[in-house]
T-cell receptor
Framework: AQSVTQLDSHVSVSEGTPVLLRCNYS??????LFWYVQHPNKGLQLLLK??????LVKGINGFEAEFKKSETSFHLTKPSAHMSDAAEYFC????????????FGTGTKLQVIP | ETGVTQTPRHLVMGMTNKKSLKCEQH?????MYWYKQSAKKPLELMFV???????ENNSVPSRFSPECPNSSHLFLHLHTLQPEDSALYLC?????????????FGPGTRLTVT
């Protein structure tokens, strides 16, 4: 079985400051991990994915995430927040490609203050 | 904007009404999904279709009835809903069910049951 925990339901940052959205996972085997972003009134969009290649993964819009097996974490970061980054972010874990094993986190709402 | 469209974007219906949600994907994918997104809860997978065949019915009440006439279209027929069914209903597609980790989402239908 696997699970994913997003440690913060809300994160607020000032524009131009770093963003850190935390995600911890639990998995019996080596997982694949993903971050999705959902802007207001929009569907979810794949931001980046880790599938056992490089542990530091770069995504769209300047986001990146680092897979740390020892810490069972896959935190999402960005050096400098933009107003357009305000959205909800979902961490997702899967053991394989099958739909049965795709688990979504509860989401973190990112607020960017001008 | 994604290659997955959903109509209507907003729907208000009474508990005795019958309505349908429509999803269309223009990506040539073979798998389609219905999700329910409620506030402060993880995304709930409702149904999965692979090549027009239903492969998952995740303990969803019978007042929700899916239909997949072809691999590009997916419907969710609604009847005698309850107020707790009010939520954002998201449709998604993936290349096939084995690649469910990379799903493309529509913008959702915001459903309010009165």
């Amino acid at each position: 079985a696997q699970s994913v925990t997003q440690l913060d339901s809300h994160v607020s940052v000032s524009e131009g400051t770093p963003v850190l959205l935390r995600c911890n996972y639990s998995s019996s085997y080596s997982p694949s991990l993903f971050w999705y972003v959902q802007h207001p009134n929009k569907g979810l969009q794949l931001l980046l994915k880790y599938t056992s290649a490089a542990t530091l993964v770069k995504g769209i819009n300047g986001f990146e995430a680092e897979f740390k097996k020892s810490e069972t974490s896959f935190h999402l970061t960005k050096p400098s927040a933009h107003m357009s980054d305000a959205a909800e972010y979902f961490c997702v874990v899967t053991l394989s490609g099958g739909y049965q094993k795709v688990t979504f986190g509860t989401g973190t709402k990112l607020q960017v203050i001008p | 904007e994604t290659g997955v469209t959903q109509t209507p974007r907003h729907l208000v219906m009474g508990m005795t009404n019958k309505k349908s949600l429509k999803c269309e994907q223009h990506l040539g994918h073979n798998a389609m999904y219905w999700y329910k997104q409620s506030a402060k809860k993880p995304l709930e997978l409702m149904f999965v279709y692979s090549l027009e065949e239903r492969v998952e019915n995740n303990s969803v009440p019978s007042r929700f009835s899916p239909e997949c006439p072809n691999s590009s279209h997916l419907f969710l027929h609604l009847h005698t809903l309850q107020p707790e069914d009010s939520a954002l209903y998201l449709c998604a597609s993936s290349q096939d069910v084995k690649k469910a980790y990379e799903q493309y989402f529509g913008p959702g239908t915001r459903l309010t049951v009165t």
